[in-house]
């Protein structure tokens, strides 16, 4: 083979080689360019998404639990609480005898015991120490009404009453115990930083969220507006 030969060979071969290397590093520059145009495109839809999508933080309440829901029991003379006769939370029957008392007769001057009566069906709950003087219709204890429906009534403190409506999904909290529900109805004007409200409890739920005097907590699932009408808004 001629020298020329040989060297129109290299010659192409390098040529070659030239042309590789510069189709490689122009194809680099646009798989980095579809990358970022990708990535891009991704942020693009995600903050779309985030400034679009109503905002849901939960709010909590503090919550009583409302007397309407009680039937007291009570005497119409004083008398001394010798017993409670059931547990707290105890299924009772209309007539059943459920506190044992000592009452004082004044014509005879003697101490006589006696039981105390449920006047309906429902759920017992003690409201006095057993020992104590009791004047007369001062309640010794509190029968939970039945109520088929599971509508309870409720006194939300210090809440903002533009905040609540029916139809609202919430969730009832005393302790370890929970119980969710709907609200059902607002009952009446907000009065004394109070708001009454009727939630319909979704069985099965703990008696314990409905205890006489105890202090529970309410969340409410709050959805707020989007990015765009705040922004609109302020």
């Known amino acids: 083979m001629s020298y020329l030969k040989l060297f129109r060979k290299e010659a192409l071969k390098h040529q070659y080689q030239s042309q590789e290397f510069g189709d490689s590093v122009i194809e680099q520059p646009l798989a980095l360019n579809r990358s970022l145009v990708i990535l891009v495109a991704a942020l693009g839809l995600f ?4 400034i679009s999508y109503p905002l849901v933080s939960t709010q909590k309440y503090e919550l009583t639990v409302h007397d309407s829901n009680y039937l007291p029991l009570v005497s119409p003379i004083p008398l001394t609480l010798d017993r409670h006769l059931l547990l707290d939370g105890s299924a009772v029957n209309a007539k059943q005898a459920v506190s044992q008392v000592r009452i004082f007769k004044a014509d005879s001057r003697v101490e006589e015991i006696d039981v105390l009566l449920s006047p309906e069906a429902g759920y017992y709950f003690a409201n006095i120490t057993a020992g104590t003087a009791v004047p007369a219709f001062q309640p010794l204890a509190k029968i939970l009404r039945h109520n088929p429906e599971n509508i309870y009534f409720f006194w939300l403190i210090e809440a903002d009453p533009q ?8 969730v009832l909290q005393a302790g370890t115990k929970r119980a969710s529900g709907m609200i059902h109805s607002i009952i009446g004007p907000y009065q004394n930083n109070r708001l009454n409200i009727g939630i319909r409890l979704a069985p099965p739920y703990d008696l ?3 205890t006489p005097n105890v202090t529970a907590e309410l969340e409410l699932s709050v959805r707020r507006d989007n990015f765009f009408k705040l922004l609109s808004q302020s």
């Not at 903050?47 to 985030?50: G, Q």
């Not at 905040?163 to 919430?170: E, N, S």
């Open 47 to 50: 903050f779309a998404l985030v």
């Open 163 to 170: 905040r609540f409506k029916p139809g609202q999904t919430v």
């Open 208 to 210: 314990a969220i409905l």
